[in-house]
């Protein structure tokens, strides 16, 4: 993995926008939490610039068995792709937690596509909306739409499949408290949007340097 | 009467944004830094801060663990949580130890609440 030096987040970069997707999660981890009603539990968030086959990769090893993802596209100043993802095993287990667990199985596999695709909008939307008013501009936020497959057929959606495209890999883990379900939320971005984020997080960092 | 802050927070950026809105209510408070935990016990060792701030998912001990530590060592200390994670077990845990809890990003009338609150404690307790 090679990375253009021109592209790469400085320090204060990359602790500004890890702390960006940690406020925004734990704003959506609120949210689920009242979904569920159990606890979620966060990890602490990690960013890294790497090519699209390279963040394919990091999913894949973590997890090898097949995957469930809510996709939203989000598009404004800074555009990219916001992915909240399981591992396919859990996916009903979180539909259950989300219906209130009353159901009978076949009622929970005809719900999972509209519970995932809501649970994925509650949580990638809260997210996104947070980091858009840190960042103060506005974000248009596409329906969420579900995704399933490897790591690679994941990120590897509308053609962009270039693969030395750089990628701006955002992730961070959350599970429920005494519940098997677990999983991650991943942000992906390409060149022209890392730049633009790039500034956006320097005129952050300005703004919170006044005076402090 | 100027006291001494500690902020404890992994982000640079939030430790940045804590400072600017306790500069803007108390220019001439003192304040002093930490990146994690085990920073923190240090320099409230070190330093003896009047009043602590401090963030809860960080890397190692989280600011939960390290508020129950910092009122092992100073049972009277006025401590804030600064938390985006606004879940109720969250909230639930700062106050068992004797936290507050200020929703993140911080707005300068959450922090002016709880500095009067903290300015009342020590005010109480120093004489």
Known sequence: MSVDPAIALSDDERDALAELVNIGVSRAAASLRTMIGREILLSVPSVQVVTRLEAARIIGERDPEM???????????VCGRALLIFPQTKSLELVRAVTGGELPLEDIIELEQEALAETGNIILNGCLATIANLLRRSLKISLPEIIRGSGTDLFDLAGVSEEESVALFLYIDFAVRDRDIRGYIAMLMDLPALAALKRLIGDLIDREAESA | M???????DDSKLARMSVAKVLHGLHPDWTRVEAANADEAIARARAEKPDIVLLDVNMPGRDGLELAADLRALDAGMPMAVISANIQQEIVARSHEVGAAFLPKPLTEKALANFLLGAQARLKSTAT
Do not use: M, R, T, W
């Open chain 2, 2 to 8: 100027s006291y001494k802050v500690l902020i404890v």
């Open chain 1, 67 to 77: 995957l469930v993802a809510v996709h939203q596209a989000f598009d404004g100043e």
